[in-house]
């Protein structure tokens, strides 16, 4: 018998690079240069700003230590500071050892967040009193603040952090097209999601923790008893504040969703660590700022929370590679594919289950809550109506509904889509009732009750089950070739009009009354309610720009998601307009109605194209 020439077992040989595993490509490494060279301006901009400029022109201005602002930094300030010139080290590491794709991924992942803590700097420059930034500076009367060169230069700071995250993107994006990007040792996890990579409940932590981190930036950092310290929540504070931490907690779920899709797990681990070293610079410095502040200023609870979130995500980002090579190391030393592992489809169906867990409990949540007292009142005074909750109660009743069909494999798939955009009309409903628990609680005597605490966790579950969803149709997109993919013109035009005179429907009151008006977009500072209307408005634009792109059943349950969404949106008019007096339609029915119908035309496009 002839023996067996190496070739024969080609089975136990492992898949080797054509190329070296480096970077060095240098329509990476320009890209990439910049990036770091923009992070350690920034940096050197922050330094300087908190080492020798004023951020105020103030005598009635200290620092936590009790000296001038200008005369030290504080230790909050030190916090602040941290992350940009850690991350603008590791850039330069990065540069110096030719790793266009780590280099940029770090740089990325705190610029993002870096563009949400600009806006927050404008404040600064605009009212620098009600931006409530005790780690730079702690005002002990209420005489008008002067913006002075500090608060410029952290100003700029952030900007250029942004502007290298921009062009760490780019390094990213030419990396990407290197040979051996996305490679694996074992050949069955080569260009899979991060996500696949290191696991299901590595990747529910990471959720988790931005989830929680994005939430704490809505929650206000401190709490103040002191009459010149006033703190409200970011939606009643200055649009500055408001916008900018909205920006923050989008950038940070947007980068998250990016790094468990990317195929690359050492990206994956840069853009996690530079978003959790920009949030836990935020959530950090607010900690210790208010806990040397002096008499009547502390800490609240969000900010400790969003510091604990932040610190998940930086460990996440730190074990991410090598989490991603034991189990590499694991498939191979099997020699067998391994199901909980390598087999995508049985993944995806893992992330079906989980969302259709957190999709139902989310649901449940939201119904129980608008069922039960909202709000405790003192003894001998009836319980207000609150009609937020009769739309919460549509939007949970319907998520349960449309979370069932999760738990069956041959249903989850097709309606997958759809659940994505109604965990948006979810968190929607809810915000209606929670803005009105933020007005009522500033009444003494009133309090959050059951049913609102149950609506606030039925929101945070929406949340969750949305990036869940998210998750689960990337793992499975992995497995479908999208090279022949055409946009449907017809299909296209229709779905973008349909999501713009949604926006528009979204953006415009539904009702006005001599008394009052429904919330729209026109009425600052933004509430919650308005917030959540946004939050559904950028959900139905993003569905209806995947759906001209999508094979043709998953487009059409995205777009019967938005039509669905939209309705229940409408019923905010016949359900909650008893709450102004003569109540007569708004234009946001109107033009509502409109994009729903559009909507519902394009999936009737999206269907017949997938018949033909």
């Not at 996890?189 to 409940?201: C, K, L």
């Not at 502390?298 to 979130?309: E, K, L």
């Not at 039509?563 to 007569?584: D, F, H, N, Q, S």
């Amino acid at each position: 018998m002839a023996p067996i020439s190496e070739t024969d077992q080609s089975a136990q040989v492992l898949p080797r690079r054509i190329e070296p595993d480096r970077d060095d490509d240098k329509s990476a490494f320009a890209p990439a240069v910049l990036a770091a060279s923009a992070t350690v301006v920034a940096a050197l901009c922050g330094v300087v700003a908190l080492s020798f400029e004023s951020v105020v022109t103030q005598d009635s201005v200290t620092a936590a230590n009790g000296e001038a602002i200008g005369a030290g930094v504080t230790v909050a300030a030190l916090i602040a500071l941290a992350p940009v010139v850690l991350v603008s080290l590791m850039a330069v590491l990065g540069v110096i050892a030719r790793r266009a794709a780590l280099t940029g991924a770090v740089t990325a992942g705190y610029g993002a967040v870096s563009a949400g803590l600009a806006v927050l700097d404008v404040g600064l420059l605009i009212d620098p009193i009600d931006s409530n930034r005790l780690e730079l500076f702690r005002p002990i009367t209420a005489a008008a603040l002067q913006p002075g060169a500090g608060a410029y230069l952290i100003l700029a700071a952030h900007v250029l952090a942004a502007l290298g995250g921009l062009f760490g993107l780019v390094a990213v994006s030419r990396a990407s097209m290197l040979d051996g990007y996305g490679h694996s040792t074992h050949s069955d996890m080569t260009n899979r999601a991060s996500a696949i990579r290191i696991g299901g409940w590595l990747s529910v932590l990471a959720v988790a923790a931005a989830a929680v981190a994005a939430g704490s930036m809505f929650a206000s950092p401190y709490y103040s008893s002191d009459a010149i310290v006033l703190v409200p929540v970011a939606i009643d504070s200055p649009v500055t504040t408001s916008v900018g931490s909205g920006i923050v907690a989008l950038a940070l779920l947007i980068v998250v969703a990016a790094v468990l899709a990317s195929i690359s797990p050492t990206v994956a681990a840069g853009a996690s660590v530079g978003a959790g070293l920009g949030m836990l610079g935020v959530t950090g410095s607010r900690v210790v700022a208010g806990a040397s502040s002096g008499p009547g200023v502390d800490a609240a609870p969000g900010s400790w929370v969003g510091v604990v979130a932040s610190a998940v995500l930086v460990v996440v980002g730190i074990v991410l590679v090598s989490v991603s090579k034991l189990r590499e190391r694991r498939g191979v030393s099997d020699g067998v594919r391994r199901t909980t592992t390598l087999d995508s489809t049985s993944v995806t169906t893992r992330w079906h289950v989980v969302a259709g867990v957190a999709g139902l409990a989310a649901g449940v949540l939201i119904v129980t809550g608008a069922l039960l007292p909202t709000l405790t009142v003192p003894d001998g005074l009836a319980n207000p109506t609150i009609l937020a909750t009769r739309v919460a109660a549509v939007a949970g009743f319907v998520l349960v509904l449309a979370s069932i069909p999760m738990f069956f494999s041959v249903l989850a798939a097709a309606v997958r889509p759809a659940l994505g955009v109604l965990t948006a009309a979810a968190v929607m409903g809810a915000s209606g009732v929670l803005q009105s628990v933020v007005l009522a609680t500033d009444i003494d005597g009133i309090a959050l009750g059951v049913g609102g605490i149950a609506t606030a966790l039925g929101t945070v579950g929406a949340v969750l089950c949305g990036g869940c969803v998210l998750l689960a149709g990337s793992t499975e997109r992995e497995d479908v070739d999208t090279s022949d993919m055409r946009v449907d013109v017809r299909l296209g035009s229709a779905a973008w009009l349909g999501a713009l005179l949604s926006v528009a429907g979204l953006a415009l009151p539904l009702y006005r009354g001599t008394d009052v008006t429904a919330a729209w977009f026109g009425t600052f500072p933004w509430g919650w309610d308005v917030w959540g209307q946004a939050f559904l408005a950028v959900t139905i634009v993003v569905s209806a720009v995947v759906a001209s792109r999508s094979r043709p059943a998953r487009g059409t349950a995205l777009l019967v998601g938005c039509v669905i969404a939209m309705i229940i949106y409408l019923l905010g008019w016949p359900l909650t307009k008893t709450r102004a007096l003569e109540p007569v339609i708004g234009p946001g029915v109107i033009v509502g109605a409109l994009g729903a119908l559009t909507l519902a035309v394009a999936a009737l496009l999206s269907a017949r194209s997938r018949l033909r």
